[in-house]
Nanobody
């Protein structure tokens, strides 16, 4: 599975940003896709996940109500719409793919894309 993330940038607090992640390659592991982030000096953390089949979603408490994950089956693309951004959302955001257990329960997916940097200024 190859994952290509894009959409990061520098925004001000309160602004919105949308990240995209295009998936290609082997499909058997594409049960779902998710977003993780790693802030400077911190461990990587789970942000959100979505299943290709059925569209079930999961969110970290810190982003609930502000971030929305969605998918476009035809384009093999998953989006992360981020609204009301805060300085503490500053991080490198990574998209990932795997089955629901690895994505949501273990939060340790096997397939990763390159990160995209999101910087939120106060």
């Amino acid at each position: 599975v190859q994952l290509q993330a894009s959409g990061g940038g520098l925004v001000q607090a309160g602004d919105s940003l949308r990240l995209s992640c295009v998936a290609s390659g082997r499909t058997f592991s594409r049960d779902g896709m998710g977003w993780f982030r790693q802030a400077p000096g911190k461990e990587r953390e789970f942000v959100a996940a979505i299943m290709w089949s059925g569209g079930s979603t999961w969110y970290a408490d810190s982003v609930k109500g502000r971030f929305t994950i969605s998918r476009d089956d035809a384009e093999n693309t998953v989006y992360l719409q981020m609204n009301s951004l805060k300085p503490e959302d500053t991080a490198v955001y990574y998209c990932a793919a795997d089955n629901v257990h690895n994505l949501v329960v273990r939060k340790s997916p096997r397939y990763w894309g390159r990160g995209t940097l999101v910087t939120v200024s106060s």
